[in-house]
T-cell receptor, first 116, second 110 residues
Framework: EAGVVQSPRYKIIEKKQPVAFWCNPI?????LYWYLQNLGQGPELLIR????????DSQLPKDRFSAERLKGVDSTLKIQPAELGDSAVYLC??????????????FGPGTRLTVL | DAKTTQPNSMESNEEEPVHLPCNHS???????IHWYRQLPSQGPEYVIH???SNVNNRMASLAIAEDRKSSTLILHRATLRDAAVYYC???????????FGKGTKLSVIP
C-alpha cells in the first residue's frame, strides 16, 4: 500500500515569493493534516480536514497561508508571500476518521522549505 | 491536553533493551498515551498507544504505571534503525489532535 506522498521534497525560494506544497493521502483516509516542523522541535498542527472541510484551522496564519482539499482527496498548502521565518519542514499526514480518540496518523516524508 | 515530560536524549547499545520514560502527572482519566517516532529526514511514524493496561505490538511494548502518571516505551532489542526522536503524546477522548513536544532523541551505539 502506498503511503502519504508529498511533493516537492525540497524547495528553495527567495523571500516574498509564493510557494505551494502538494499532498496525496493514503487511499480511503478521510482526515488530512498539515503540520509545520521547525528544526529541533516537534511537528505543530496547521490545519485538519475532514473530507473537503477544514474542521480545525485555528493555527493556520491566514494572512499568508492558505490550504485547500478539493474533492476530499489531494491537498495543497500555499504560502504567499514567503518570509524568512517560514523556513521549516512541512508535513502532511492522513488518518481514518477519528472515533473516540485520536486515530493513528500516517505521515509523509515532508517538504523542506528554505527561504533566502 | 495534558503535558508530558521526556528526557532530551538517551543512548543505548545495539541489541540491548531500551526503556524510554515519559512523565504525565496531570493526565486525566480519559487521556490516551500515544508514542510516535521520527527517523532522520522522515515524517513521524506511529509506534504504540494505550489507555490503562500495558500494550505490546511488533515494534515495542508500552508499560503504564498504575496511577497513569508515567509510562515507559520499551524497545526489546535496539537496532541501529531505532535511532530516532521518540515522542510521548497525550490525547483526550474526543480530541483528535496530537500535540508533539520535543521528544527524546535516542542514539544507538554499535
Amino acid at each position: 500500500e502506498a503511503g502519504v506522498v508529498q511533493s516537492p521534497r525540497y524547495k528553495i525560494i527567495e523571500k516574498k515569493q509564493p510557494v505551494a506544497f502538494w499532498c496525496n493521502p493514503i487511499s480511503g483516509h478521510n482526515t488530512l493534516y498539515w503540520y509545520l516542523q521547525n528544526l529541533g522541535q516537534g511537528p505543530e498542527l496547521l490545519i485538519r480536514y475532514e473530507n473537503e472541510e477544514a474542521v480545525d484551522d485555528s493555527q493556520l496564519p491566514k494572512d499568508r497561508f492558505s490550504a485547500e482539499r478539493l474533492k476530499g482527496v489531494d491537498s495543497t498548502l500555499k504560502i504567499q508571500p514567503a518570509e524568512l521565518g517560514d523556513s521549516a519542514v512541512y508535513l502532511c499526514a492522513s488518518s481514518t476518521t477519528p472515533s473516540g480518540r485520536a486515530s493513528e496518523q500516517f505521515f509523509g516524508p515532508g517538504t523542506r522549505l528554505t527561504v533566502l | 491536553d495534558a503535558k508530558t515530560t521526556q528526557p532530551n536524549s538517551m543512548e543505548s547499545n545495539e541489541e540491548e533493551p531500551v526503556h524510554l520514560p515519559c512523565n504525565h502527572s496531570t493526565i486525566s482519566g480519559t487521556d490516551y498515551i500515544h508514542w510516535y517516532r521520527q527517523l532522520p529526514s522522515q515524517g513521524p511514524e506511529y509506534v504504540i498507544h494505550g489507555l490503562t493496561s500495558n500494550v505490546n505490538n511488533r515494534m515495542a511494548s508500552l508499560a503504564i504505571a498504575e496511577d497513569r502518571k508515567s509510562s515507559t516505551l520499551i524497545l526489546h532489542r535496539a537496532t541501529l534503525r531505532d535511532a530516532a526522536v521518540y515522542y510521548c503524546i497525550l490525547s483526550g477522548a474526543g480530541s483528535y489532535q496530537l500535540t508533539f513536544g520535543k521528544g527524546t532523541k535516542l542514539s544507538v551505539i554499535p
